[in-house]
């Protein structure tokens, strides 16, 4: 068995990887701009009701507004600018920086991808528009709206979302509002509110009523329940309609995005929230559900070989270009030779030992490592940080339920302890009574000693009663 590894790159600084100007790297993402979300907190702001919460890093939109001005200058606008440009109908995205683990040409080399020359003049009298449609073409957007219709790409300027997520926007020249989906009756909320859903999800997603946890993250924004806008939920006949408004997006997802190895939130930005007016798009945060060892690497098998080869070793660098041969000369090739073990020598004789893998060049001064490269060890620290947060989640659960149930007994003995109380207070008033019934009777009975003629002159009855009263 043959090995092929790349050498290791350390973790990127920021001194390592510069600022651009335009779109950025991954690796400018991770190291200046990193995640202000968690996966749980973007999942609880898409289904809060208001996806207005979702939000780009303030940094990475200056940048974002420092830039357009020259694409607009350029094209006229930015829709002329995705017309004439970024989007390529019926072909995969070749110009995005950062690629998607579903990207079917992960074979070519990875290089920074061109940005529009804004210097060459084109006459915009020639600026391509959006390319009318066919007489056959779907009316609206279906599950299985043909490709030739549709631009699938990765947001060029994500939202601040954890490095495992993709944030991949799905263009389409087909309407997805369209009366046939989005009957009257609820055109109103769905052109305030918008539509999302959530596919390969083990367990519900976050409920609503758990967005104030999540509030602190939004902090630098100014977001408060206050400031949300969220329609009022409507009766069930106009929930159904509403769900039925994005079955037809929420079985292209599923169609494209594996259940069984992804998990994804999507959406549909309402008119007032679309940075694109005029092209209908999706959105799609997307998670693998198991990474593997070497993220956004390649392994391939062939013979009995198996190739490990990252994308940040083919660049060159950590900010992008084309591999060069120097590059690719650093791997490391290990090779097993096959073990054939002669039965006579075997027989009766010391148990073989395995050929040790022999290096076909001397790589001394290289230390390689197979399992880790700088994404998937920033990745590690990520799902560590993810199973710290979930742990505290845990104890602070528990925390507040013993502390509810310790409330709620010390209540009860309170109650128990103030009843208690109440029937001692009612005994010392009827000790009270007696002392005072005793205290007559032995005046009585100190009367009748120092007059005994007066005891021989009582009547039965008198003494009767004083009986009685004694026995009380």
Known sequence: ??????????????????????????????????????????KTFVNSGDLGLLKRDKKLQKRYNDWAPSIVARYGSMVNYLLNYRLQWGKADTLSLMTSALDKTNDRPIAAAPQPNLMNGTDP???????????????????DTPPEYLSIIQNDWPYSVPA??????IWTRIPIYHPTLVPASIKPRVDQDGLWGFTGNTSPPPSPSTLPACLPALAEWGITLET???????????????????????????????????????????PRLQSVPGLAHIHVFAKQK????????????????????????ERGDSGGGAATDDNLDKSVVVTRAPQSVNSSEHEGGPTPVPTRPRLTKDYTGLVPLVFFTKSS????????????????????TLAEALFYCTRKNLLAKAAEFEARLAELEALQSMLKANNAKLETLLSMLEANTAHPEASVSMSEDSVDQLLAQVED
Not at 377 to 396: E, G, H, K, T
């Open 1 to 42: 068995m043959t090995i092929e590894v790349t050498p290791n790159h350390h973790q990127p600084r920021t001194a390592d990887v510069p600022l651009r100007a335009g779109p950025p790297t991954r690796e400018e993402l991770l190291v200046h701009y990193p995640a202000k979300f968690t996966w749980d907190q973007l």
């Open 164 to 169: 495992e997520v993709e944030h991949t926007l």
């Open 125 to 143: 009298a020639v600026m391509k528009q959006l390319p009318s449609l066919p007489p056959d073409a779907p009316e609206y957007f279906t599950a």
């Open 228 to 270: 949300m806008v969220v329609s009022p939920k409507g009766p069930e006949e106009d929930e159904e309609l509403v769900r039925r408004a994005g079955a037809e997006v929420d079985k292209f997802i599923r169609k494209r995005w594996d259940e069984d190895e992804w998990e994804t939130a999507w959406f549909v930005n309402p």
């Open 377 to 396: 060890v920033s990745q590690l620290a990520i799902d560590a940080r993810s199973v710290i947060l979930s742990v505290a989640n845990v104890f602070q």
């Open 290 to 313: 198991k990474l593997d060892g070497v993220l956004r690497g390649r392994t391939s098998v062939h013979k009995g070989t198996l190739t490990i080869r990252s994308r940040s070793l």
